[in-house]
């Protein structure tokens, strides 16, 4: 499994965009990137999941440049409610069949 | 929008006692998982489920823990005699595609 590389802590004021960066050097051919949250006391959620350049959806974007040793999960205009836990995961296209390894992930507040 | 449902939320229990944590996952989905999270750490994999057996379970997943699917809802945890290391949240999964995780338990050992 490719290791994930991720800052431990982020802080941010409402409305700014929020841009986290995961760096995964040994990322494997039909590796895809997952981004999850947890909120505290709450199981983690799926964010958003891509392979390559740019995938978007109402809650985030997904950034993955063209050699796909890091990715950026970028959250526009945050509010409280945004503040969590933020997991980079890199796996198999199919992570709904194979058990998720996380690692410590991102703390993100949201300041008001 | 369908769930992941977990009974109970907070289960206190007395070390060497039996704990059975419930889950019940989304009614259409075919693969099934526990995790758990100790305070401030990391969320760990303990063991998955599919096809009415284990797929794969981690080193965490020792003969004290066990896994019944009985009926076509729920999906039970089951600690044999708990011991005050496995305090944690333990968070039940299950995916079709991508994998919905429950609110959790909270097991306190004492």
């Known amino acids: 499994l490719a290791k994930t590389t991720q800052p431990i802590s982020m802080d941010s004021y409402e409305g700014q965009e929020v841009n986290i960066t995961c760096s995964h050097n040994?990322?494997?051919?039909?590796?895809?990137i997952t981004w999850y949250q947890q909120f505290p006391s709450q199981g983690p959620r799926f964010i958003i999941q891509g392979y390559k350049t740019k995938v978007t959806n109402e809650v985030a974007s997904l950034f993955i440049p063209a050699d796909r040793k890091s990715s950026t999960l970028s959250l526009p205009r945050v509010s409280l409610s945004d503040t969590a836990v933020y997991y980079c995961l890199v796996g198999g296209p199919n992570s709904g069949n194979t058990p998720l390894v996380f690692g410590k992930g991102t703390r993100l507040s949201v300041i008001a | 929008e369908p769930e992941v449902t977990q009974t109970p939320s907070h289960q206190v229990t007395q070390m060497g006692q039996e704990v059975i944590l419930r889950c019940v996952p989304i009614?259409?989905?075919?693969?099934f998982y526990w995790y758990r999270q100790i305070l401030g750490q990391k969320v760990e994999f303990l063991v998955s489920f599919y096809n009415n057996e284990i797929s794969e379970k981690s080193e965490i997943f020792d003969d004290q823990f066990s896994v019944e699917r009985p009926d076509g809802s729920n999906f039970t945890l089951k600690i044999r005699s708990t011991k005050l290391e496995d305090s944690a949240m333990y968070f039940c999964?299950?995916?079709?595609?991508?994998?919905?995780f429950g609110p959790g338990t909270r097991l306190t050992v004492t």
């Open positions: 040994n990322i494997a051919t039909n590796d895809y």
């Open positions: 999964a299950s995916s079709l595609n991508e994998q919905y």
């Open positions: 009614s259409n989905h075919l693969y």
